[in-house]
């Protein structure tokens, strides 16, 4: 939102697909509106929701699913909307957000149409797997003068192209994927001992990881950090998760309450599983095993080598 630089307030979103996955995006983006200071009539009616049957209104004649009536259009005075590009043209909307698994439903016309409304319009086609794709990321980078803001659900290669100005660049698609987060919303709940999940947690994961981006990853236009930093950005996403629930008083490890941001990052790496250290970790378990049960590791080298001497024996005599 801030990369586009306009307020919220002033964004409209039209998302393909109106399903559970779609409604449900959609509240999470409206419970960060509400924080920025919008109250949720005004941040409810930012979003306009596409089915098949076109834009979701409250007098489509049809009877709406349960999850689709929150976000039904009552401001369309009796006009109905079919397909996605009239509705388009009725809102020239600074998002367009794609959860239908219909590949290819963005058509560089209406990529075109969102550049000519926006400097940096926001571009996120969502659906998996690449096929289905709302659209490819060159296709996003092309017909946007390399101006969209962009994020997939699939990986897309990075893009070489030469916009209008004559400049070329090569382009990385950003990844909507919950990975960056989960990992960091389990381990801050386990190791705050959480009794529940607040919504406050949920949304301090997101915020968290939006401040991990290198000045380098955003001079590079990335809107995710590189994925190879998964585990530091985990450490940071657990923290802030950390917070949020000692803040809504749902924390049970209270001794962690007063260290430091430095301190609580280093008591989370020290809890963090380590797939690269097991083989030293079993070594260290299976040898206070056997100093429990009063054997050495000498004397399992022992057995072992003795072992192979018969084997190399029996093999010699063959």
């Given at each position: 939102?801030?990369?586009?630089?306009?307020?919220?307030?002033?964004?409209?979103?039209?998302?393909?697909?109106?399903?559970?996955?779609?409604?449900?995006?959609?509240?999470?983006?409206?419970?960060?509106?509400?924080?920025?200071?919008?109250?949720?009539?005004?941040?409810?009616?930012?979003?306009?929701?596409?089915?098949?049957?076109?834009?979701?209104?409250?007098?489509?004649?049809?009877?709406?699913?349960?999850?689709?009536?929150?976000?039904?259009?009552?401001?369309?005075?009796?006009?109905?909307?079919?397909?996605?590009?009239?509705?388009?043209?009725?809102?020239?909307?600074?998002?367009?957000?794609?959860?239908?698994?219909?590949?290819?439903?963005?058509?560089?016309?209406?990529?075109?149409?969102?550049?000519?409304?926006?400097?940096?319009?926001?571009?996120?086609?969502?659906?998996?797997?690449?096929?289905?794709?709302?659209?490819?990321?060159?296709?996003?980078?092309?017909?946007?003068?390399?101006?969209?803001?962009?994020?997939?659900?699939?990986?897309?290669?990075?893009?070489?192209?030469?916009?209008?100005?004559?400049?070329?660049?090569?382009?990385?698609?950003?990844?909507?994927?919950?990975?960056?987060?989960?990992?960091?919303?389990?381990?801050?709940?386990?190791?705050?001992?959480?009794?529940?999940?607040?919504?406050?947690?949920?949304?301090?994961?997101?915020?968290?990881?939006?401040?991990?981006?290198?000045?380098?990853?955003?001079?590079?236009?990335?809107?995710?950090?590189?994925?190879?930093?998964?585990?530091?950005?985990?450490?940071?996403?657990?923290?802030?998760?950390?917070?949020?629930?000692?803040e809504a008083k749902v924390d049970r490890e209270t001794?962690?309450?007063?260290?430091?941001?430095?301190?609580?990052?280093?008591?989370?790496?020290?809890?963090?599983?380590?797939?690269?250290?097991?083989?030293?970790?079993?070594?260290?378990?299976?040898?206070?095993?056997?100093?429990?049960?009063?054997?050495?590791?000498?004397?399992?080298?022992?057995?072992?080598?003795?072992?192979?001497?018969?084997?190399?024996?029996?093999?010699?005599?063959?």
């Amino acid at each position: 939102m801030k990369r586009t630089g306009i307020p919220c307030r002033d964004h409209r979103a039209v998302f393909l697909g109106a399903g559970s996955a779609g409604v449900g995006v959609a509240k999470q983006i409206v419970q960060f509106f509400m924080r920025e200071g919008m109250t949720e009539d005004e941040a409810r009616a930012c979003f306009y929701l596409v089915d098949t049957k076109g834009l979701v209104t409250a007098d489509r004649g049809d009877k709406l699913a349960e999850h689709k009536v929150y976000f039904a259009r009552t401001d369309n005075n009796g006009q109905q909307f079919k397909t996605l590009e009239e509705v388009i043209d009725h809102v020239k909307p600074t998002i367009l957000m794609g959860l239908s698994t219909m590949g290819g439903v963005f058509t560089p016309e209406i990529l075109k149409k969102m550049a000519e409304w926006n400097t940096h319009p926001i571009i996120f086609p969502l659906s998996n797997p690449s096929s289905k794709s709302e659209c490819t990321f060159e296709d996003a980078v092309t017909h946007t003068d390399g101006r969209a803001l962009f994020a997939s659900g699939s990986p897309f290669d990075p893009v070489t192209f030469t916009n209008s100005a004559g400049e070329t660049k090569t382009y990385y698609a950003g990844q909507g994927n919950n990975m960056y987060v989960f990992p960091g919303i389990g381990l801050g709940t386990i190791l705050s001992k959480a009794v529940e999940v607040t919504d406050s947690m949920i949304y301090a994961s997101g915020e968290a990881l939006s401040k991990t981006l290198t000045p380098e990853e955003i001079e590079m236009g990335l809107l995710y950090p590189d994925v190879t930093r998964i585990r530091e950005v985990s450490v940071v996403v657990a923290r802030q998760v950390i917070r949020a629930a000692q803040e809504a008083k749902v924390d049970r490890e209270t001794s962690i309450r007063d260290l430091s941001d430095a301190d609580l990052d280093a008591w989370i790496k020290a809890r963090m599983y380590n797939p690269h250290g097991e083989v030293q970790a079993l070594e260290r378990e299976v040898g206070a095993i056997l100093s429990s049960i009063g054997r050495t590791n000498g004397h399992v080298n022992g057995f072992h080598h003795h072992h192979h001497d018969d084997l190399n024996e029996k093999n010699s005599k063959l």
